[in-house]
């Protein structure tokens, strides 16, 4: 039997100062100067209560273990608007609040050099989204039942299989009335339920390489802001994903490479589509799309304490029903390349340094592909040194370090623009306990 129940938790608070809304931008304005913005009045602040729990129990081979989360977070925001009698002012406060608890059991059984990992749980959450005033808007249940069996082969020939399934059943419920056809006007009720599998195994053919294939369907539920602000009068459909990997990769921890070919068909992807509700912009299931591509990843010891790292993505996103089956997706790069190099000596000392390349892509409303423009390509670079001692660690961190104009998010053709951060510099400390 193991020592006994434990029960570590955690409580955090974390409140962003606050900060202004700056708007977007069209192109002209933002190569002229990036830091303006036509609503120098409109700003927020949000603040964060996190809550965790966790205990576990060993019963032989058996390991029962659960979780319990709570987490809160409260948004107030200031919009002032322009109208004929002068400046209008809209406050706003509203909450979101997740419970969610989590048992599971695991088992181990070995026999010889085959190895079976059983794991089984169940997820409860709670999700509710209010106001100040108004108490709760809309409010979500979700029960899901898991179970993933693993058979690992550890002798000479090394081998895997894996094997999971998930069903969850969602029940929503709006305290809002509900206007047919106006996305800003509560969903009605309703229930959703969803299933997820997945198989997988890996062989390692010879010493130093590990061929691997899998195969499922995984899902995502939009949640209460989403359906809250939506195009369509019934609740967003969850969005579905059919995915296929191949891979291979070679080496040692000290060098090593991996390459893999993957393949997602998405139906009723939920997305931010920026020409509904007059342009305003709603949350809406677009038409099936695919997303295929490689991804290469690469590590090497340097000496000195020194490790390089490095990732390449190429993804070919486009819609593959609809009327713009064969077109390009929006918001999609082809290329994302990092690469890293990172100092690990003793004595509690860390840093690293990296740079991130993305490719062009199309404006988000840019849906036909007619857009002559596309997002520019950008360059970034960071670093981040950290001194521990004890259970202290502080860190000096610094993000866009050659303070580049950039933007990744643009919701027009050349305009709709949000740009990027610029230099950011953050000291920070830490206790762990």
């Known amino acids: ?158 081998a895997r299989l894996a094997l999971g399934a998930r069903h969850e059943k969602f029940e929503k419920e709006d ?28 062989i390692d053919p010879i010493a130093g390489v590990t061929l691997h294939a899998k195969a499922g369907q995984s899902y995502r539920v939009p949640n209460a802001d989403e359906n809250a602000y939506r195009s369509s009068d019934g609740l967003l459909d969850v969005q579905t994903s059919r995915d296929l990997e191949i891979g291979i990769s070679a080496g040692s921890t000290a060098r090593g490479v991996s390459a893999r070919v993957f393949r997602h068909r998405l139906r009723n992807e939920i997305f931010f589509d920026p020409t509904l509700a007059g342009g305003w912009g709603a949350n809406t299931n677009l038409d099936p799309t695919r997303r295929r591509g490689v991804e290469v990843d690469g590590h090497a010891d340097l000496g000195a304490d ?66 002559g423009a596309r997002i520019p390509s950008y360059t970034t670079f960071d670093a981040r040194y950290a001194y521990r001692v004890g259970p202290w660690e502080f860190a000096l961190a610094g993000q866009n370090l050659a303070d580049r104009d950039y933007f990744s998010q643009a919701y027009g053709c050349r305009s709709g623009i949000y740009p990027g951060n610029g230099r950011l510099l953050k000291l920070s400390a830490r206790y762990d306990f």
Request: proline share 5%; with cysteine.
């Open 1 to 158: 039997m193991g020592a006994g129940w434990h029960a570590p938790g955690a409580a955090r608070r974390k409140r962003a100062p606050g900060c202004a809304f700056p708007g977007a931008l069209t192109l002209p304005e933002f190569e002229q100067d990036p830091t303006q913005t036509h609503t120098p009045h409109d700003f927020g602040d949000l603040a964060t209560d996190r809550v965790t729990a966790f205990a576990e129990q060993r019963i032989g081979s058996v390991e029962l273990a659960a979780e319990l989360s709570h987490r809160e977070r409260e948004v107030n925001s200031r919009y002032e608007y322009q109208t004929a009698s002068g400046p209008t002012v809209l406050e706003s406060t509203g909450y979101t609040r997740q419970t969610q608890f989590s048992p599971r059991l695991r088992q181990i059984a070995r026999s010889g050099t085959l190895l079976n990992e059983v794991v089984a749980g169940i997820d409860l959450t709670r999700w509710e989204r209010g106001a100040a005033g108004v108490g709760a808007i809309s409010i979500r249940d979700a029960r899901a039942v898991y179970l993933r069996d693993e058979l690992r082969l550890e002798g000479a020939l090394k």
């Open 175 to 202: 305290t809002r009335g509900y206007e047919a056809g106006n996305p800003f006007s509560g969903a009605p009720n309703g229930t959703q339920s969803q299933n997820a599998w997945t198989l997988e195994g890996s």
């Open 306 to 371: 020194l490790r390089l790292t490095g990732h390449w993505q190429h993804v070919q996103a486009e819609f593959t029903e609809g009327p713009n089956a064969g077109r390009g997706m929006v918001l999609v790069p082809k290329n994302v390349l990092t690469a890293r190099l990172a100092w690990l000596p003793a004595g509690g000392h860390s840093a690293d340094i990296g740079a991130q390349y993305v490719s062009t892509q199309r404006y988000g409303n840019d849906f036909s592909n007619d857009c």
